[in-house]
């Protein structure tokens, strides 16, 4: 005669605290969105400098650099001395090449200041750049030969020779400003950037196996 058999245990399972092998691991939630605010304290903070000290130095080096127009007084015209030269453009490209080393030296000190800056610092030095390529063009002007020609020929006898007004021909050329600084800083972040480390998925054990081994049956 068979011996009675103890009856199965009905009672619902407790879950025991511990490591579950069977438990599907929870996704983690992603980081939240950049902090807005912050990037645009930060944009500000990198736009002002920027602008101010690109507008200066380029307003400086341009005009002492760049070649001057001679004017001739006759009569009452004012002729250029040397109708065939290329003073006018040698303005403007002196203008374009002194603004991408200032953008360059630009672009490379925000990254040294602010290699975490993030987006702000970026939109902040382009948007600082663009401005101090514009304020480099009117100190250049203003400190500059006067535009005031009719003042300036009756305080002259006939025969003289003066400088024309410093002018930019082809507004592009302020564009040089700003592109020199975001390339040196792309660069600078390609080569020499931090980047944050993604966080890895955790790995999920087959269903059919435990960390035993291969389930019985």
């Given at each position: 005669m068979d011996s009675p058999q103890p009856a199965p245990d009905d009672r619902p399972t407790v879950p025991q605290p511990g490591h579950?092998?069977?438990?599907?691991?929870?996704?983690?939630?992603?980081?939240?969105?950049?902090d807005w605010g912050r990037e645009i304290?930060?944009?500000?903070?990198?736009?002002?400098?920027?602008?101010?000290?690109?507008?200066?130095?380029?307003?400086?080096?341009?005009?002492?650099r760049a070649p001057r127009i001679p004017l001739e007084l006759r009569g009452?015209?004012?002729?250029?001395?040397?109708?065939?030269?290329?003073?006018?453009i040698a303005a403007d490209g002196v203008f374009l090449l002194l603004g991408l080393g200032v953008g360059a030296v630009a672009g490379v000190l925000t990254f040294l200041l602010r290699r975490d800056g993030g987006v702000g610092a970026v939109l902040g030095l382009a948007l600082g750049a663009v401005l101090g390529a514009w304020l480099a063009w009117q100190l250049g002007m203003l400190l500059g030969?006067?535009?005031?020609?009719?003042?300036?020929?009756?305080?002259l006898e006939q025969g003289?020779?003066?400088?024309?007004?410093?002018?930019?021909?082809a507004k592009s050329v302020l564009l040089g400003l700003p592109f020199g600084a975001l390339l040196a800083h792309l660069l600078c972040f390609a080569g020499f950037g931090t980047r944050p480390e993604r966080p890895r998925p955790?790995?999920?054990l087959p269903r059919w196996e435990t960390p035993a081994g291969p389930a019985a049956g």
């Open positions: 579950d092998p069977w438990a599907v691991p929870v996704a983690t939630p992603r980081a939240g969105g950049p304290r930060t944009g500000l903070l990198v736009a002002v400098p920027v602008a101010l000290l690109t507008g200066v130095a380029l307003g400086l080096l341009w005009l002492w009452q015209d004012v002729l250029l001395v040397n109708s065939e030269g290329q003073q006018a030969p006067s535009d005031d020609l009719l003042a300036r020929i009756a305080e003289a020779i003066f400088d024309a007004p410093l002018r930019l021909g955790a790995a999920q």
